[in-house]
């Protein structure tokens, strides 16, 4: 057997043994830590042959055969000549730079088919653009802190590292990078998708800041603190943060993160914000900022393995989960004060449902609400709805 061939059994045995709802870059680490046999190269191959697949599973499910679903999804996603493919199927890799059409037109496919849930996208959401996007790697975004940018550009130009600016400090690397020898990350940087670091473009922060005063802010769904961090430095640190997870698990790992930031909690919690009973807090807020848990479609070519396994049955549960949260929390913006609600979904019923659940339910007012459309350049897909009451 050629080690082409191998790398093609390995990865279906990836595939097949893997668990739906787990991140697959895991279930990868913990195969590759106990089979030592497979050097960097080889990894990277078998690695790349699995997103692959998941990228274009319900694109090729017409396709009979494991194997040759993986090779087609290989002819898909490449566009420079490919050495698995060269060795496996030589007179599609003779055309692999040709356009992605014509690829279509090759296999007798349609384009829609990468993506069966089009009946529940918002209508904002450019279809074959979209669709497309998940037959490509995303890249890799990072922030950079305040005061900071001289700093990092000098060490990533010494160690001769590629990279794009966009804007004044997001910055873009190929996705197949490590950055903790070169910077200190968050506190020099922070990893965050370009989409990310623009949630919060419409509030208008001079009706908040007033008197040079600190912001009561309550980041009601941290999880990683991503937008705790961004806030901290938008407002120059001055705001009095509160940050809460439904995990404690999550609260702990927070902790550790907003202190490599430099960013002072005043108060941490564990919050099961979905309760109807049960759930009360005195505690009122400048703003409140609410990054719900939901379906990450939006995300999914970042991580194609949920789209390989999401079942659209779960989108009522995550839109009903939703509304709770929001519901509970409405009574802590102060008067004047804003609420953000943000998701990273494409979906009509985690979205403008959502907001249309607000307006009814509460006096808040509509700033703006829009998609960040990351799918034109190799970015995540959020949503973002700023109210104020």
């Known amino acids: 057997m050629s080690r082409f061939h191998s790398y093609l059994t390995t990865a279906i045995r990836l595939i097949d043994s893997h668990h739906a709802g787990k991140p697959f870059a895991h279930h990868l680490k913990t195969f590759f830590s106990s089979e030592k046999k497979y050097g960097s190269r080889d990894r990277k191959i078998i690695s790349s042959l699995c997103y692959q697949y998941f990228r274009t599973s319900h694109l090729l499910e017409d396709i009979s055969g494991f194997e040759e679903k993986i090779i087609s999804a290989v002819f898909l996603c490449e566009n420079e000549n490919n050495e698995f493919?060269?060795?496996?199927?030589?007179?599609?890799?003779?055309?692999?730079?040709?356009?992605?059409?014509?690829?279509?037109?090759?296999?007798?496919?349609?384009?829609?088919?990468?993506?069966?849930?089009?009946?529940?996208?918002?209508?904002?959401?450019?279809?074959?653009?979209?669709f497309l996007s998940f037959l490509k790697q995303p890249k890799l975004f990072i922030r950079i802190r305040p005061g900071k940018?001289?700093?990092?550009?000098?060490?990533?130009?010494?160690?001769?590292?590629?990279?794009?600016?966009?804007?004044?400090?997001?910055?873009?690397?190929?996705?197949?990078?490590?950055?903790?020898?070169?910077?200190?990350?968050?506190?020099?940087?922070?990893?965050?998708?370009?989409?990310?670091?623009?949630?919060?473009?419409?509030?208008?922060?001079?009706?908040?800041?007033?008197?040079?005063?600190?912001?009561?802010?309550?980041?009601?769904?941290?999880?990683?603190?991503?937008?705790?961090?961004?806030?901290?430095?938008?407002?120059?640190?001055?705001?009095?943060?509160?940050?809460?997870?439904?995990?404690?698990?999550?609260?702990?790992?927070?902790?550790?993160?907003?202190?490599?930031?430099?960013?002072?909690?005043?108060?941490?919690?564990?919050?099961?914000?979905?309760?109807?009973?049960?759930?009360?807090?005195?505690d009122k807020y400048d703003l409140v900022v609410c990054d719900v848990p939901c379906t990450g479609s939006g995300t999914w070519s970042r991580n194609p393995e949920q789209l390989h396994s999401f079942h659209i049955n779960s989108l009522a549960d995550f839109s009903k989960l939703q509304e709770s949260i929001v519901l509970n929390i409405?009574?802590?913006v102060k008067e004047n004060g804003y609420l953000v609600y943000i998701t990273c979904s494409v979906f009509a019923k985690e979205n403008e449902h959502i907001v249309a659940v607000i307006q009814d339910k509460s006096n808040l007012q509509l700033i703006q609400m829009k998609y960040l459309k990351g799918y034109d350049e190799g970015a995540d897909t959020m949503f973002a709805a700023v109210f104020k009451r």
Do not use: H
């Open 85 to 130: 493919l060269a060795f496996i199927r030589p007179d599609w890799n003779v055309q692999i730079q040709i356009p992605l059409e014509k690829k279509f037109e090759l296999l007798k496919l349609t384009y829609e088919k990468i993506f069966p849930f089009k009946q529940e996208l918002s209508a904002e959401i450019d279809k074959g653009s979209f």
């Open 330 to 332: 409405l009574p802590q």
């Open 149 to 282: 940018r001289v700093a990092v550009l000098k060490k990533l130009n010494e160690a001769a590292m590629a990279y794009e600016e966009v804007g004044e400090d997001a910055l873009i690397f190929s996705q197949n990078i490590s950055l903790e020898n070169v910077l200190k990350i968050n506190r020099d940087i922070v990893v965050q998708d370009v989409s990310s670091q623009k949630v919060f473009d419409g509030i208008q922060w001079s009706d908040l800041i007033k008197n040079n005063e600190s912001l009561d802010v309550w980041d009601c769904c941290a999880a990683s603190g991503g937008k705790s961090i961004l806030l901290y430095d938008r407002l120059a640190g001055k705001i009095k943060l509160a940050v809460s997870d439904v995990r404690k698990n999550i609260i702990q790992n927070l902790k550790e993160r907003l202190a490599q930031a430099g960013v002072p909690v005043y108060k941490r919690f564990v919050q099961d914000l979905s309760l109807n009973s049960g759930f009360s807090m005195s």
